[in-house]
């Protein structure tokens, strides 16, 4: 089975860059399709992104199109996200999933009766103003 560890946190300015990693431990990387998500202080988890298992295909919530950007290397068993134009309101914990589904990914926050796979631990992501 896979496990996924988050990387890249930290603090940046508003209008400034980071680049989120998700390595996965396991020889089943490429099997499984890669979601992003976040949850701020007093939220519900929001769902950020995601990408197909051959990485050709991704999805975005309205909230981060345009400034996000998922990618995956199957060589490497790393999911990445590029978050451009930060913004205080991005400030939040950063989560990956995984899924063979990449259904499940996207109505993991909506659906109740649907959980990713394999989640990884976080990684803290705070915007200044």
């Known amino acids: 089975q896979v496990q996924l560890a988050e990387s890249g946190g930290g603090l940046v300015q508003a209008g400034g860059s980071l680049r989120l990693s998700c390595a996965a431990s396991g020889r089943t990387f490429s099997n499984y399709a890669m979601g992003w998500f976040r949850q701020a202080p007093g939220k519900e988890r929001e769902f950020l992104a995601a990408?197909?298992?051959?990485?050709?295909?991704?999805l975005y919530a309205d909230s981060v199109k345009g400034r996000f950007t998922i990618s995956r290397d199957n060589a490497k068993n790393t999911a990445y996200l590029q978050m451009d134009s930060l913004k205080p309101a991005d400030t939040a914990v950063y989560y990956c999933?995984?899924?063979?589904?990449?259904?499940?990914?996207?109505?993991?926050?909506?659906?109740?009766?649907?959980?990713?796979?394999?989640w990884g631990q976080g990684t803290q992501v705070t915007v200044s103003s």
């Open positions: 999933a995984a899924d063979p589904k990449l259904h499940t990914l996207v109505v993991a926050t909506t659906d109740k009766d649907t959980d990713p796979e394999i």
């Open positions: 990408i197909i298992r051959g990485g050709g295909s991704q």
